[in-house]
């Protein structure tokens, strides 16, 4: 009893030590010590309960043929679960893509294909949400929700990563037509842009190149921006690359938004409008489900 005590008064002098912010982890370490024994006495019962409980099983006959029936009949109990545990063709098919669509995305990354990335990237989502609300991947022997889980984080990822890119793009100065318009679609799908904030965020890219060419660095030689080299531009290349930006700049939206130079109808339709209404259509082949919906591309060329 003087060594309860003694512990009691210890406790007592800690919690005035510590302040009354630590008084709630004290009590639950007090809990989880009688947790511990309370689980300790149970543990003891249960063997006891089953030692004394033996006797009686071998006494009686019928409870012995009881558990042997069970018994037999427990491997087809076995296998059954193990049928059912078996993952369905279609699930690995879909996982296996889904694992895929990041190095692919990669590929095309390196490439320089912004839009064709963007592609995969809708359909990586597609084939992540069919798999989450499928009760067969949820009854596959492995356990298909970590590598789907998994798998939607990392395109979250590269979603910020082709963003990235993309703009990269559009404030490097040697960036042709062809290639502002790959990283503009891919923009406008991924943050859903109407024309005339893609148009904002042009010509804020082609800002940002000029300022890039006053700066007195060297410019970038590659697609993605990366620089080459760190030595001073003269001055008269930097009059060349800016009056050679300021042009394009002008005439980047002409060809974009406006009309294409070898387009001859009457549409006036852009480049990008032309390639988003080839999206509209765009669908897996035999099916009819289309990644970019009706309306949302519908809304984005008639919105302003």
């Known amino acids: 009893m003087d060594g309860e005590h003694d512990v009691e008064l210890k406790k007592d002098e800690l919690r005035h030590l510590v302040g009354e912010r630590h ?3 004290i009590e639950a370490s007090d809990a989880i010590q009688e947790m511990k024994l309370l689980a300790d ?14 006797p009686l099983d071998n006494s009686h006959p019928s409870t012995s043929t009881y558990v042997n029936v069970s ?5 087809n109990r076995k296998n059954s679960s193990d049928e059912n545990a078996k993952l369905d063709p279609s699930v690995a098919a879909h996982l296996k893509l889904l694992l895929d669509i990041p190095e692919m995305i990669w590929n095309f990354m390196d490439n320089a294909d912004h839009t064709a990335a963007v592609t995969l990237l809708f359909f990586g989502r597609h084939i992540s949400a069919r798999l989450q609300l499928s009760s067969q991947a949820y009854n596959a022997g492995v356990d298909a929700r970590v ?14 990563a082709v963003l990235a890119a ?6 490097a100065p040697p960036s042709g037509w062809e290639e ?5 679609i891919a923009i406008i799908l991924l943050e859903n842009l109407s024309l005339i904030k893609a148009l904002d965020e042009l010509m804020d890219g082609r800002m940002v190149a000029l300022r890039r060419i006053f700066s007195g660095k060297e410019l970038p030689t590659s697609h993605e921006g990366i620089h080459t080299g760190h030595s001073i531009l003269p001055t008269r290349r930097q009059a060349v690359l800016s009056s050679r930006l300021l042009i394009d700049a002008l005439n980047a939206p002409v060809y974009l938004f406006y009309q294409c130079p070898d387009d001859h109808s009457p549409s006036m339709k852009g480049a990008i409008q032309r390639e988003l209404e080839k999206l509209k259509n765009w669908n897996l082949q035999g099916t009819d489900f289309h990644f970019f919906p009706y309306k949302t591309i519908h809304q984005i060329l008639i919105c302003p």
């Open 166 to 171: 993309c703009r990269r793009r559009l404030n």
């Open 147 to 160: 590598l789907v889980k998994r798998s939607w984080n990392s395109l979250l990822h590269m979603e910020s």
């Open 23 to 25: 008084r709630d982890v």
């Open 180 to 184: 502002l318009c790959n990283s503009l």
């Open 41 to 54: 006495k149970v543990s003891e019962s249960v063997i006891t309960l089953r030692d004394r409980c033996l």
């Open 71 to 75: 018994i037999v009949y427990s491997p």
